[in-house]
Every structure is written in C-alpha cells, then in structure tokens.
C-alpha cells in the first residue's frame, strides 16, 4: 500500500554525456532533469569522468550536490571483453567512484587506445561477480541487440552468465531500449519474464541528446536527509516490477538520431564521431569490436579463475 507522502517518479537510467558519446554536459544532463522532473541516469561508455566532474563541481556549489541527491543515477555502461555491455550502477556517486577506481582503473584493465570504444579488458562473468561483490545494481542493456547484448553471448557463456545473474536476481533488472528493434525489445521481455528469470523490466532512454520521451514510473518514498534518491530506486522496483503501463518507450525517428549525430561530429570533433560510427557500424553487422589490447588475451583464463568457484555455472 503506497503511503501519503509516497510519490511516483519518472526515471530513465541509462544516458550519456559529452565525455563520451553524449551532447550535453553532466551538470546540462541535470538542469534538463530538473526542469523535466525526472531523474536521469548518466552511464556513459566505460568511464565514469562526467560523474567526477559533478562530484568535483559539488565540493564548490551546494546546487550541484542537490541536483544529484535529486536528479542523478550514478552510474557507467561497460562493455566486457565479450563485447557485450551491461549497465552498473552505484547507490551514490561515491560508491560507484570507489568500485570503478578498484576493478577497472588500478588492474588498468581500459584499452589503451580507445578507452571509451573498446572493451575492457574483463569477462562478463567476472563483471558480475564484482558488481556482487561491491553490492552494484546491474541493468541489462539492449538484450537482443546484436553484438552488444548479452542475449547474442556464445551459449556456455550465456549459461553461465545467465546463473550469476540469476543468483543476484534482486539487482538485475532487464531494460526496454529505444534504439532497438521491437523483436529485440521483445527477446529482452522474453528473458526478463522466463520463469527461471523473473526479472523487472524498465524502459530507459539511451538519451544521447536531449529528452525523447522514453522513461519508467516508480513510487519512491519521501528522500531523508543527505540521502540520494539513486539509494532507493532499483529496491523499489523489486519491491513492485513496473507495470506495462508505467513503462513509457517513444522509438527514436530516423531525423532525430541523424541530428544527434550531426551534434556529435560538430562538438566532439572527426575522431569521436568516427569511433561512434564505427561502433554503430558493428553494431549493425554483427561485426566483433577490434582488439588493439588483444596481446594480453592469454591474461582472461587466469582472471576467471582466481578466487571463483563453480565456474561451469553449476
């Protein structure tokens, strides 16, 4: 029973900013949320700087560090050595800053080259398992998306992978996405609602540019003090998974993505915008993401095993 001061919220997790493949600014990203009364996740490509940058800019303004008590979900999209991506989220900006600076930044496990574009140099099980470890909310991003969802993973990793997330259940959810085709948002809502699943299903964004539209209602209880709204979200969505009806998921038009990237070319230069199309252009063949630090792959073995248990998923 929802109390009095309970209130529904609109969220959208997953976005991006300047930093990577965005338009806007971290601290643009929220004034936009305010004005719009939504709370937004910034989760930009394999690094969390634009986090940084508004944990920076909060030691000095206290408007900053309302806007993220209000309006932020931290969080960051990795792509594992697979080349399948998922959504890893902190309770606050601070929990998210120390589990990216232990697991991916001091094992120096970015590419070299192309930090942003490329995967890092972890597996997907192991992404899990560390996000377990460090009490990370999970969201899995485009499921039936080729090459970047983790329902295209060969299938003994998808087994495997499939039973470290069933075991941390209730901090996975599974996302609608509105770059996708619909067979792919519906090989997503197959997944989430197996019945060995049974996982919440979310509608988010993928905001690369300004608001679209597409966004979830959650009921959140009234926010206490010096607490961030990101440390109640994703309980209250396993506490009640979002109805159909509190899911809003607007396709993004053709003109509208050809925009984003005319933005893209004009404010993060040739280079950004040719690591993006390069990645869309993948994305949409199927084709591998390259390997520039493809010397350490003898090093992945040695990694899965150490300190793990029932690798074989059982």
């Given at each position: ?35 719009e009364e939504i709370i937004v996740g910034i989760s930009d490509h394999n690094i969390i700087e634009a ?143 197996s019945r060995r699943n049974r996982l919440p299903i979310i509608a988010s964004s993928d905001n690369h ?23 109640q979200i994703f309980s209250a969505i396993h506490r009640q998974h979002p109805a159909w009806d509190k ?68």
């Amino acid at each position: 029973m929802i109390r009095e001061a309970d209130k529904q919220y609109r969220i959208d997790p997953h976005g991006h900013t300047e930093y990577t493949d965005g338009v806007l600014s971290p601290l643009e990203v929220l004034q936009e949320a305010e004005q719009e009364e939504i709370i937004v996740g910034i989760s930009d490509h394999n690094i969390i700087e634009a986090i940084r940058a508004l944990m920076g800019q909060a030691q000095h303004d206290s408007s900053v560090t309302e806007l993220m008590r209000h309006h932020l979900i931290p969080g960051v999209e990795i792509q594992a050595r697979e080349g399948a991506e998922l959504l890893v989220y902190g309770s606050t900006p601070a929990h998210l800053d120390e589990f990216y600076r232990r697991e991916i930044e001091e094992p120096n496990l970015l590419d070299e080259e192309e930090p942003i574009y490329e995967p890092v140099d972890m597996s997907i099980i192991d992404l899990v398992r560390q996000c377990r470890r460090w009490e990370m909310e999970i969201v899995v991003p485009h499921y039936g998306a080729r090459h970047y969802g983790i329902g295209s993973l060969p299938h003994d990793v998808r087994r495997r992978l499939n039973h470290e997330l069933r075991s941390y259940r209730n901090h996975v959810c599974v996302e609608r996405n509105p770059y996708v085709s619909r067979f792919a948002n519906l090989k997503a809502i197959t997944y989430a609602l197996s019945r060995r699943n049974r996982l919440p299903i979310i509608a988010s964004s993928d905001n690369h540019n300004r608001r679209h539209g597409s966004y979830t209602e959650v009921t959140l209880p009234p926010l206490g003090r010096d607490q961030f709204r990101s440390e109640q979200i994703f309980s209250a969505i396993h506490r009640q998974h979002p109805a159909w009806d509190k899911q809003h998921l607007e396709r993004v038009p053709l003109l509208k993505a050809i925009r984003n990237t005319i933005a893209l070319l004009s404010q993060g230069g040739w280079r950004n915008a040719r690591s993006m199309l390069l990645r869309e252009v993948r994305h949409q063949f199927g084709i591998p993401p390259s390997r520039n630090s493809s010397p350490q792959e003898p090093q992945p073995e040695k990694r899965e095993r150490v300190g793990v248990a029932g690798e074989d998923g059982s």
